[in-house]
């Protein structure tokens, strides 16, 4: 017996894009003293201004969720069109059920395929790899890609190498069918040998198995902060040329860079090392929201398109990395002026 697939691929694009900050504002000058530190200092070593936390009774979802509600009224849809959600997140509090079905429930879809990526940094790149891929090949007609954390949750206040670093919100993004290829290929994979540079951690299963070798206390996030930084300033530059290489275009063909905002030293080693001309937008989101991991590309997205609206419709490469020490990147383009704005 011979499988058979009747349909030809489709094409497949990002209908819109959706983004949720919680109302707090937190500036430097609220978490210094607690490190020993100052806002020039954090500002010098990040770019980082502000970030947004989330309130203590505001959770993952609820923040998912008006991220969704955005993207999806503004591609002109309803809940019940979404036929295929992936979650990307590192601080949804439960191993299972999932984000994704638990976000199903609020938006009403109790049918939808609906599953969870843990891939950190990256997470949300490889959200939109999948979700294209499941456009093409007929799996599903508009996938909704969440990218959402709480890291709020999990910052030591007193630790001076991450309290100013991570940042809570949402950011989604609805990729449906294209007349046109608007999402090209995937560059990604890992370097795992590294991959306790970032940790979240202890986890209950650490100590279950080592009870006298773990005070379990509170999860936080613990990084090696040098190792990361070089390895984003020299491996990802070529990693992002690749994905740009992979969808046929040269730098001075592109109109945007979106990175992953986890540094703006990073962001500035990456232009230079790419040798993007000044032509290309930089999106700069890590100055007032901090690093939020998986939901700090939907999020810069958003934010660049708010501030150049003429970029609607143009090309950008986003490219995703951290914990594991995974990446991911591609080339899209940009949704068109939404449809309708919350």
């Known amino acids: 017996m011979t499988i058979s697939f009747n349909q030809s691929p489709q094409n497949a694009r990002i209908l819109s894009v959706g983004a949720y900050r919680p109302p707090r504002v937190v500036q430097n000058g609220e978490i210094a003293p607690r490190i020993d530190s100052s806002d020039e200092w954090i500002q010098q070593r990040t770019g980082i201004i502000s970030r947004h936390f989330a309130s203590p009774d505001e959770s993952l979802i609820d923040m998912a969720f008006k991220s969704a509600e955005i993207a999806i009224a503004r591609a002109g849809l309803t809940f019940e069109d979404i036929d295929a959600v992936i979650f990307a997140t590192i601080s949804y509090p439960f191993q299972a059920p999932s984000a994704a079905t638990e976000l199903l429930t609020r938006l009403n879809n109790s049918t939808a395929a609906a599953f969870d990526i843990s891939a950190a940094c990256a997470g949300f790149c490889y959200g939109v790899a999948i979700a294209n891929d499941m456009v093409r090949s007929h799996t599903a007609k508009n996938v909704l890609v969440v990218g959402a954390e709480k890291l709020s949750d999990y910052t030591d206040p007193d630790d001076r190498a991450t309290a100013f670093i991570f940042a809570d919100g949402a950011g989604s993004v609805v990729i449906g069918v294209s007349d046109h290829v608007g999402i090209g290929p995937t560059v990604w994979g890992s370097n795992s040998q590294t991959r306790d540079a970032i940790v979240l951690n202890p986890s209950y299963l650490e100590y279950k198995n080592n009870p006298g070798k773990l005070d379990i206390g509170w999860p936080n996030i613990s990084q090696q902060g040098q190792t990361v930084f070089r390895w984003a ?110």
């Not at 500035?268 to 590309?297: C, F, H, Q, W, Y």
Request: glycine share 6%.
């Open 233 to 342: 300033v020299y491996a990802v530059a070529p990693i992002a040329l690749q994905a740009l290489a992979a969808a046929g275009m040269e730098p001075d063909q592109l109109d945007a860079f979106i990175p992953h905002q986890a540094n703006e030293r990073i962001i500035d080693s990456l232009v230079k090392s790419m040798k993007l001309p000044e032509s290309v937008a930089v999106a700069r989101d890590i100055r007032t929201t901090g690093n939020t991991s998986s939901a700090s590309i939907p999020l810069a997205m958003d934010a660049l398109l708010t501030e150049r609206p003429d970029l609607h419709g143009k090309s950008a490469l986003l490219v995703g990395f951290g914990a594991g020490l995974v990446y991911a990147g591609q080339v899209v383009e940009l949704p068109p002026i939404p449809q309708k704005s919350n």
